[in-house]
Nanobody
Framework: QVRLVESGGGLVHPGESLRLSCEVP????????MAWYRQPSVGQRELVAD???????DYVESVKGRFTISRDVTKNTVYLQMSNLRPDDTAVYYC?????????WGQGTQVTVSS
């Protein structure tokens, strides 16, 4: 069973930046739109950003202007560059295809923003 592998999370202060990475099997990467999702300790998992196979992107309103999703076709990797992080960005971040498919959920990577 294929699962996607996220990395790059950590503990940062408000205003700082992080870059998340997601390694994707080539057969998945070349076919699907990809996305980043997040789930806080209390609350539902939400879509944060998505990117089409041609590079068209979309973002949830709360991260527009702060986060950038991208995909590297040479590395079959999807990135989420997060800047000006806020405490309410604290969550476990997951990558998946878009729309998400259950069997691709991985362990996620924890992002904690705290002073």
């Amino acid at each position: 069973q294929v699962r996607l592998v996220e990395s790059g999370g950590g503990l940062v202060h408000p205003g700082e930046s992080l870059r998340l990475s997601c390694e994707v099997p080539e057969n998945v990467f070349n076919i699907y739109h990809m996305a980043w999702y997040r789930q806080p300790s209390v609350g539902q998992r939400e879509l944060v950003a998505d990117i089409s196979t041609t590079g068209v992107t979309d973002y949830v309103e709360s991260v527009k202007g702060r986060f950038t999703i991208s995909r590297d076709v040479t590395k079959n990797t999807v990135y989420l560059q997060m800047s000006n992080l806020r405490p309410d960005d604290t969550a476990v971040y997951y990558c998946n295809v878009f729309p998400a498919l259950r069997h691709y959920w991985g362990q996620g990577t924890q992002v904690t923003v705290s002073s």
